[in-house]
Structures are given as C-alpha cells and as structure tokens.
T-cell receptor
C-alpha cells in the first residue's frame, strides 16, 4: 500500500484556519485521498475525499497538489470540537485491496480557546 | 449517529475464552470492515467483506475469524483470548469501496 506522511501534532487557535498537510509521494493513479478524524472515545469519522481536483464540503476543504504527491486538509474556522486525530489515507479504487482504509499515526490537532 | 451498530459496547472476559462481536452496517451498505485499536498499535485493519464475500485481509490472527451474513450483518469471532487482545474493535460499512465509510462506536474488549 502507498504510504502517507503527516506531522505528529499541530496546534491551532479557535476560529482560525487550520492547514493539515499530508505527503504521499508514492500515490498511484487509482488511489483516492481520504481524510478521516477520530474524536476522543469515538470511532473514526469521514471528513472528505478527492482524486485530482480540490474538493469542498460542509466540514472542510481538500487541496490536492497538481502532481498528487501531497494534499492539505483545510478547516476554515477551527472550533474546540475539531480537536481530534486526523488521518490522511490513500484508498484504492480497484483491485484486491479495493476499499480498504489503512490508518497511519495521523496528526493530533489541538485547538486552543 | 453513523448508522452502524456494534454490540456489545463493553465486554470483559477471561483469558482462553471466546467472544463474538456483532456489527449491523448502515442500511444498504454492502461492505463491512473490522478494525482493532489498541494503545500501542493504533487502528489496525483486520478484514473486509463485500456482499457476503471476504474481500481483503489484514493482520488478522488465526484465532480470529469473521463472516458476513446474507442480511449483511457481520460477526467477528475471537477465540483463545489473550491479555494482548484487549482493545477497541471497530466495525465500519460503506456502500462500495469508493464511498465514505461509516464507523460504529466500537466494542471495548477487556481480557483479564
């Protein structure tokens, strides 16, 4: 499986934007870039995903580099509820590992009031 | 509420015993995934089923087995339990391998 690299931790202040980076230099053409987050004592939660173009939804934006070797999850205005572990995951669109989500260590996001 | 239901929420059992964890996926979802999360290992993929058939396998121990039934619910069976099997076990479901996965709240297994 192609690997992702994320910073171990990041900090932000409430109501400020947060940019969470992810490197995936060995990404293949069939890999979708997925972001999930896990709040304390809860199961992981889907945030956003994309293939080549930037994506927006109600939770966040995903900016994908032109060569697809990196991406950035953008939380436009961080709230205390956004404090979580954020996982950047490459998910294959086909083949025997179709659909499997492989979680790395993720980025622990701390949001200060 | 993700729509994925896992039972039981908590389970305490002794070493050497066998337990069954149950997962009801979101209505209409065909894929079910099982994950183990322990403090030192993070979220580890165990196994995936799609419409009743095993699709992918991770680092699942031979003492563990799973299946997905015709009504699409899934069960994870853990046998000959060891202290190190104590962990949170999550189930997730998705419509296909490309759509978002929804996770349940997990079953916390404690082996004493």
């Amino acid at each position: 499986d192609a690997k992702t690299t994320q910073p171990n931790s990041m900090e932000s202040n409430e109501e400020e934007p947060v940019h969470l980076p992810c490197n995936h230099s060995t990404i293949s053409g069939t890999d979708y870039i997925h972001w999930y987050r896990q709040l304390p004592s809860q199961g992981p939660e889907y945030v956003i995903h994309g293939l080549t173009s930037n994506v927006n939804n109600r939770m966040a934006s995903l900016a994908i580099a032109e060569d697809r070797k990196s991406s950035t999850l953008i939380l436009h205005r961080a709230t205390l509820r956004d404090a979580a572990v954020y996982y950047c995951i490459l998910r294959k669109a086909g083949g025997t590992s179709y659909g499997k989500l492989t979680f790395g260590q993720g980025t622990i996001l701390t949001v200060h009031p | 509420d993700s729509g994925v239901t896992q039972t039981p929420k908590h389970l305490i059992t002794a070493t050497g015993q066998r337990v069954t964890l149950r997962c009801s996926p979101r209505s209409g979802d065909l894929s079910v995934y099982w994950y183990q999360q322990s403090l030192d290992q993070g979220l580890q993929f165990l196994i995936q089923y799609y419409n009743g058939e095993e699709r992918a396998k991770g680092n699942i121990l031979e003492r563990f087995s799973a299946q997905q039934f015709p009504d699409l619910h899934s069960e994870l069976n853990l046998s000959s339990l060891e202290l190190g099997d104590s962990a949170l076990y999550f189930c997730a479901s998705s419509l296909t391998g490309n759509t978002e996965a929804f996770f349940g709240q997990g079953t916390r297994l404690t082996v004493v």
